[in-house]
Nanobody
């Protein structure tokens, strides 16, 4: 089992940047593929990005490609999401999630562990 805590959310203007962090505790962090999801008001939770156990493979939803970068530091039991060129439509609660599988899953239902979320608000 792993516990996840997100941080780094906040209010930023369009075109600005933020970096989210996900701190993990519990069982070996490097046994989990990790991902970021987000949920905007009135919308379903959607996949943002994923990274494999050793950080050698990543996957992104099309709307964030070239703007967001997912990374992890297994020595620190941490995962990050660097968000650049933020847009109004990036406003959402961002969640980190852990999956004991090897694959980079995009479906929320395949992730076993979730953090509580951190709010990102992009204003014009």
């Amino acid at each position: 089992q792993v516990q996840l805590v997100e941080s780094g959310g906040g209010l930023v203007q369009t075109g600005g940047s933020l970096e989210l962090s996900c701190a993990a505790s519990g069982r070996a962090f490097d046994r989990y593929s990790m991902a970021w999801f987000r949920q905007a008001p009135g919308k379903e939770r959607e996949f943002v990005a994923a990274i494999n156990r050793h950080g050698t493979m990543t996957s992104y939803t099309d709307s964030v490609k070239g703007r967001f970068t997912i990374s992890r530091d297994n020595a620190k039991n941490a995962m990050y999401l660097r968000m650049d060129s933020l847009k109004l439509e990036d406003t959402a609660v961002y969640y980190c999630a852990a999956d004991p599988d090897y694959t980079l899953d995009t479906a929320a239902g395949l992730y076993d562990y979730w953090g509580q979320g951190t709010q990102v608000t992009v204003s014009s």
